[in-house]
């Protein structure tokens, strides 16, 4: 078979490139591609904070082995960047964090090299919206003179302080010059930033502060727990029951420091033999009770739980357990605010006989009609109306004695068990 010259031609500028450039970066390439199939530095399982997974090589820096530098090799087509965090893994599984500081600039790219250092420090902060953040970051010493080099910041714009300070860098974040951390028990206030030397890290500078034994949390290495945003679900007092087949469509508000707010918001399904996604849309499935998770869709890690019931009138007669999930221990009044009642599809005739299960002893108790009867007399004699039925209602009182484990609400109707399950809180 004869092959014509222009064939034969088109055939080797796609396989070694049309330029120079190109061959060079081709045969660079399939180079790197050799080098880290037989490199003992090779590691196949790398991945970042982000999500994706590729293999490279790492080596240590030869001139200067004591900055605790190392350099990473990775393919063109490898998408990571500079201030992605890597995991790198160890021999006894677990995963060490490096950030990605600086990239080596070449005049032929036959792969991509990164200069990375190993995170010493998880930071936590709370961001300007009252929101809690956290990075793995390095916290800078004295011999990270490469680290320093990079940024502008360093021994230019930050004026010394006359106590203790520090330099991080981490991944980019938006951080305000009013933001606080806790590391290692002590206090640090931000001085100064820089995140324009290097895209991708912000370089920060910090000076000592006095720990703020109210609003700091040294147990969880934050400050300012007065400045995070309190977010609170407000729901219908009445339960929520929807029917097998109903798209769900739960009423509530959230409020932000009181206040409400309109972030848009997910619903997360916990029992999906309850609740779940059909063809897009949250539907109910089977009946049952089961809780729904409300959570920001722009901040996912701030979620409330909101509890429903779906009934089958297919399946007959259904009923639940209406009253609050959680009650808090007894004290004062607290006790008459914790009616339960049995609810059905249809209206409930006759006695319930309620009980408790508990999972420790002295969790709860349930008021018998003489203590009822005795309230609702003091009510009356105030001018107050307490209104309870004594065939479908039960009244439950929390320990006094702080233990704070769950228990399980039993009425029996008609044969029949229901059961809901009731958490004891602290009173503040």
């Known amino acids: 078979m004869k092959y014509r010259y222009v064939d034969v031609y088109y055939s080797r500028i796609n396989h070694f490139g049309e330029t120079t450039a190109e061959r060079i970066a081709k045969m ?51 998408p990571i960047v500079v201030g992605d965090v890597l995991n790198w893994p160890t021999e006894d599984g677990t995963l060490e964090k490096w950030i990605l500081f600086q990239k080596e600039k070449k005049v032929n790219g036959t792969h991509q090299t990164f200069f990375i250092t190993r995170c010493n420090y998880l930071l936590k902060w709370i961001d300007e919206l009252g929101h809690r953040q956290q990075s793995w970051s390095h916290v800078v010493s004295s011999i990270d003179n490469m680290i320093k080099g990079n940024y502008r910041t360093w021994n230019a714009l930050i004026t010394p302080q006359p106590n203790k300070y520090m330099e991080v860098i981490m991944p980019r974040h938006n951080i305000n010059r009013a933001t606080n951390f806790i590391v290692e028990d002590e206090s640090w206030s931000l001085v100064e930033y820089d995140y324009t030397s290097v895209p991708g890290v912000i370089y920060l ?33 009445e339960t929520q029951v929807f029917m097998v087949g109903d798209t769900i469509t739960p009423s509530y508000s959230l409020t932000k420091n009181g206040i409400v707010c309109d972030y848009e918001t997910e619903i997360l399904p916990v029992d999906k033999k309850v609740v779940k996604v059909v063809r897009g849309v949250l539907t109910a499935v089977g009946a049952g009770e089961t809780d729904l998770t409300v959570r920001l869709k722009d901040f996912p890690q701030i979620q409330k739980t909101l509890h429903i019931v779906v009934s089958d009138t297919s399946k007959g007669f259904s009923a639940y357990i209406e009253g609050a999930a959680q009650i808090k221990l007894d004290y004062g009044e607290t006790r008459w605010n914790n009616v339960y009642e049995l609810k059905g599809t249809e209206p409930i005739e006759g006695k319930v006989e309620y009980h408790i299960e508990e999972y420790e002893t002295g969790t709860a108790t349930l008021l018998i009609p003489v203590e009822i009867e005795a309230h609702q007399k003091e009510e009356a004699s105030k001018g107050r109306e307490f209104s309870f039925n004594y065939d479908t209602q039960c009244i439950v009182r929390a320990n006094s004695a702080n233990i704070l484990n769950p228990f399980e609400l039993v009425a029996i109707y008609n044969g029949k068990e229901y059961r809901k399950r009731i958490d004891v809180v602290p009173l503040w």
Not at 28 to 48: D, M
Not at 213 to 229: C, G, K
């Open 205 to 237: 500078s910090l000076t000592e502060n006095k720990v703020n034994q109210i609003y700091d949390d040294l147990d969880d290495n934050i400050a300012d727990l007065d400045r995070e945003a309190r977010y609170e679900l407000l729901v219908p007092t």
């Open 28 to 78: 660079g390439a399939e180079s790197f591609e050799k080098w880290l199939e037989e490199s003992p530095h090779a590691i196949k399982n790398l991945s970042v904070e982000r999500g994706i997974r590729f293999g490279g090589i790492i080596n240590q820096k030869k001139d200067r082995p004591e900055e605790k530098i190392m350099i990473l090799h990775v393919a063109n087509e490898t």
